[in-house]
């Protein structure tokens, strides 16, 4: 019987369980009684409209993928469906994590305390505290973390066998949670950043000798393990709403920020990185040594990519499938917890699931494209009414909303009486009467699930309307006409794993959020 507080390792079974649709209770939420959902807060468009622009770029190469164009080989796939960890049974450590209150308490101090990170060398070896010296806080990584709760979370004995867990910090405007980011650890001795958990793409990179940019970087020249190389790393933004488009350049990297024009550039470079305990000695990252100002407007360094490496512009495996190549984990998933509304408690579970974040079971649904994580949506519900659809759907939790091809949102808004376009906010918003949808669901493979009114409403037109910004856009030109792209609006409620075995497949798990 496990206990409460343990962590669930699966052992990875040839199953699908099928079930009903998942009821949501969409009584008031601590924090958003009725009183204060009559008190919605004025709709921000300044984020959402910056996001609808990078989503069109980031997603620009998705028809070739799904065609099969320009994949890289990726044998990690094949690995996974006959995966066995390094270690067996008897010799997998015991996993000592805190309680899941205690990733939104401060540790004994209070709040801002700094604590100790435990750094990793080439071989995964403690090193003890890190101790990373020279330079500030403004243009070098350093152990000075923001925030207290950025602690290394992993099996006892070394990350060389077990699981990890990662915590996130949130990210928060308004009603929107714009993105969740937490510690990684770069070179020996480590510098530690701070990295967007992002399962739509699929490279790491951070900034590095780099002019342009604000706070922490990696500095190479304090690794003794670093390794550079002569492959540029370049990523291409273009101006979309004017309807010109840059050309990306073949094997240039994806615009992966919140940017609507601009550029990154640097170069693919090699080094240890350690995430949560869990340490690879040879990973390939870019290393960024220009890009443009609008990165500062985000709190995270860098970004970690979880999807599959097919789509890795490095052309190099993600630093998640290193892990299940060198066989560090005892399943070869991770799953992720979002908070709502919430700066802390968040999570990213390493080779498990953790059962503090559920209240119920999964719904697992294969992979249709193993390049983002794929699967098969077959259309929305509103009040009981359903707007049929074939689409991929990509699980995207580098993304903050949902996005649609225009014909279905249109169907679908079709089916809430008062929903209207928003132009003013640009192209694929929509206005809704305020809390009047009974429920939301998205369906995939068959299966209803729904998403909760908190992050539905983003926020009135203006003071005394009626009428609310709807969180589900339509995107327009310049995207596949079959593909969705599923952000952390639907998986604030709904807990995810992703599964690199059993063939690929995304189980969602109804999420403590909606207790």
């Not at 921000?44 to 622009?53: G, H, K, L, V």
């Not at 856009?473 to 995810?496: H, V």
Request: hydrophobic share 35%.
């Amino acid at each position: 019987m496990l206990s409460q507080k343990s962590v669930l390792i699966f052992i990875l079974l040839d199953l699908t369980i099928t079930s009903p649709a998942r009821n949501i209770d969409y009584s008031p939420i601590p924090g958003h009684s009725v009183d204060s959902r009559q008190s919605l807060e004025i709709f921000d468009s300044s984020y959402a409209e910056r996001e609808t622009r990078s989503v069109l770029v980031k997603y620009a190469h998705a028809s070739r993928y799904f065609a099969g164009i320009g994949l890289n080989p990726d044998d990690v796939i094949k690995l996974a469906d006959h995966y066995s960890p390094a270690f067996s049974a008897h010799e997998r450590p015991s996993v000592s994590l805190p309680p899941s209150d205690a990733d939104s308490q401060p540790p004994t101090g209070g709040q801002g305390q700094k604590v100790n990170r435990v750094g990793s060398d080439v071989d995964g070896n403690s090193t003890g505290t890190d101790t990373q010296t020279g330079g500030t806080a403004s243009d070098t990584a350093s152990s000075d973390v923001e925030s207290f709760y950025f602690q290394t979370a992993g099996a006892s004995g070394g990350a060389d066998a077990g699981t990890a867990r990662l915590p996130l910090r949130d990210d928060i405007s308004g009603a929107l949670d714009i993105l969740y980011y937490g510690p990684a650890s770069f070179g020996t001795p480590s510098q530690v950043l701070t990295v967007d958990v992002d399962t739509g793409s699929a490279d790491l990179w951070v900034p590095s000798n780099c002019g342009t940019c604000h706070g922490r970087q990696f500095s190479a020249a304090r690794s003794s393990t670093f390794r550079s190389s002569n492959q540029v790393f370049s990523v291409a933004y273009v101006r979309l709403f004017g309807r010109t488009r840059a050309p990306v350049p073949p094997g240039t990297a994806r615009a992966f920020a919140d940017l609507g024009t601009g550029r990154v550039a640097g170069k693919v470079v090699t080094d240890v990185v350690s995430i949560a305990g869990l340490t690879i000695a040879n990973q390939a990252f870019g290393a960024v040594n220009n890009r443009s100002e609008e990165f500062g407007k985000q709190p995270n360094d860098g970004l970690i990519g979880m999807a599959f490496g097919t789509i890795a512009q490095c052309q190099q495996p993600t630093f998640f499938e290193n892990l299940i190549k060198a066989r560090k984990l005892p399943a070869p998933l991770f799953s992720v917890h979002l908070s709502r509304h919430a700066e802390e408690g968040s999570s990213v579970c390493f080779g498990c699931t953790d059962p503090n974040w559920t209240t119920g079971p999964v719904t697992w649904l294969p992979v249709i494209s193993k390049t983002y994580w794929a699967i098969s949506m077959d259309g929305l519900w509103a009040n009981g009414n359903k707007a049929p659809a074939k689409l991929t759907a990509a699980i995207d939790t580098g993304t903050s909303l949902i996005y649609l091809p225009s014909g279905l949102a249109v169907a679908f808004y079709g089916l809430i009486p008062g929903s209207k376009r928003a132009t003013q906010y640009g192209p694929g918003f929509w206005t809704v009467p305020c809390f009047s949808v009974g429920k939301v669901e998205l369906s995939f493979g068959g299966h209803r699930f729904a998403i909760h009114p908190a992050d539905f409403y983003l926020g009135r037109v203006s003071a005394g309307s009626t009428d609310c910004v709807a969180g589900i856009l339509s995107m327009g030109n310049g995207l596949p006409p079959n593909l969705a792209i599923i952000g952390d609006e639907f998986l604030k409620s709904w807990y995810s794993t992703y599964d690199y075995g059993n063939g690929a497949r995304v189980g969602f798990w109804p999420d403590v959020n909606n207790k």
